[in-house]
């Protein structure tokens, strides 16, 4: 009987201890991390606003990227129709990355890039101010800064969306502000509710665009699945064109460059051996040895540096010299459709708008657009048609006409 008695003991205590996980059952917790990440579905993922892609663009293909943009496999550099979305807290790329995404957008395609904070590269790179994040009521975590008030707004320009145009939810304001930007390529179409200042900012690039938003908390489930809040993640997929045949949604820049660039536990082939006390005397012995030989070599080996004159820009002159050429011709015809040519594509790619009717429509639009009075525009299309419809037009018309471009010009 007493070699009975540990086996008994030990099922009571497994019995008892199992009971007290039972009893002691925790209850369910919020989940707050923020995470951005497009598989998960707690509060602050993106599940929802990935899977909510192909109802937006049901003819497009939906993927996603893990590599850098210098090895994309799903993206092309030589075809347009194609939409790369960057959702993260940090944006963190190199200049050669910047380079690649913009050689995307110029072929026809579309960049939107939703960070709470960008790193100077990338600030400088495309002329913008932001705000540091950081506020007494702020904590930080493994992502980023959150602003620990209970709720949070964004809204859209009544120039370009339709109501409604003001979203809420009850969540963190995890945002931040466009504090300066440049206004000659650079213009803003949405603002934070709190503050008014821009957080959306659109960058056209030739044939494509580049979308900046600093309120990336936009795209989580909390707040897209939050009341009507779909309509606003719908309205920014507005931005991008119907016919889109494919839409990446990236997590090199979100997951892998996070991981290797801000990680405090990464360490490189270099710190690895200098953590070796051979290596390090070494290392340094060979630094210290190849000092002293470039100063000691420095004096017989240097030869001057020949002057270099900066490229002249010939762009404006030849410009001149064209418009020159043509107006001693004579030929003001064929100056001012090239004037109207430059003046439709400007409206095309500054306000989105069609060029193959102007008609009644088009010119209510574009006075939306551009604040100009529509009678003003009237004029100016009556003198455009009247162009087309002409065989010849006279120094007077020309200049009347030019006068008239650069009155839009300095109102649009």
Request: glycine share 4%; aromatic share 14%.
């Amino acid at each position: 009987m007493k070699k009975w008695i540990p086996y008994i003991a030990g099922a009571i205590l497994l019995i008892a201890l199992s009971t007290l996980l039972l009893l002691h059952k925790e209850p369910h917790k919020f989940d707050g991390r923020i995470t951005f990440n497009p598989k998960d579905k707690i509060p602050y993922g993106t599940y929802a606003a990935y899977h909510l892609l192909q109802q937006q663009f049901p003819k497009a293909a939906i993927e996603i990227n893990h590599y850098a943009p210098e090895l994309w496999q799903n993206l092309s550099l030589d075809s347009s129709g194609q939409v790369l979305l960057i959702v993260n807290s940090y944006f963190n790329p190199t200049e050669s990355e910047l380079d690649k995404l913009t050689a995307f957008a110029q072929k026809g395609n579309a960049v939107f890039i939703s960070c709470l904070q960008m790193n100077k590269t990338a600030r400088l790179f495309f002329k913008i101010q932001q705000e540091e994040v950081f506020n007494p009521f702020t904590v930080k975590n493994d992502y980023g800064v959150i602003n620990m008030y209970d709720s949070f707004a964004v809204t859209l320009d009544s120039r370009t969306y339709t109501v409604p145009l003001q979203f809420v939810y009850p969540g963190v304001s995890y945002n931040n502000r466009f504090t300066k930007y440049d206004s000659l390529f650079t213009y803003p179409l949405g603002y934070n509710g709190d503050d008014k200042m821009p957080n959306l900012l659109a960058i056209n690039t030739q044939k494509g665009s580049i979308f900046l938003h600093t309120a990336p908390i936009t795209f989580t489930n909390f707040f897209v699945l939050y009341n009507n809040n779909h309509q606003y993640y719908e309205k920014l997929m507005s931005l991008f064109p119907a016919n889109t045949k494919r839409i990446v949604w990236d997590e090199y820049f979100l997951l892998y460059k996070q991981k290797n660039r801000d990680n405090k536990d990464y360490k490189g082939l270099l710190s690895v051996l200098l953590s070796h006390k051979n290596f390090y005397d070494a290392f340094w012995m060979l630094i210290i040895l190849l000092a002293l030989y470039f100063l000691t070599e420095i004096k017989r080996r240097q030869r001057l540096i020949p002057e270099y004159n900066r490229p002249a820009n010939d762009s404006l002159k030849f410009v001149t010299t064209i418009g020159k050429l043509y107006y001693e011709k004579g030929d003001h015809k064929n100056l001012a459709e090239k004037l109207t040519h430059f003046f439709l594509d400007y409206v095309r790619n500054k306000y989105k708008l069609p060029t193959n009717e102007l008609n009644t429509a088009f010119v209510q639009q574009l006075s939306l657009k551009t604040g100009i009075p529509a009678e003003e525009l009237n004029k100016l299309m009556d003198m455009l048609i009247h162009i087309k419809l002409s065989d010849r037009l006279s120094e007077q018309q020309l200049l009347q006409y030019h006068q008239q471009l650069e009155n839009f010009y300095s109102k649009a």
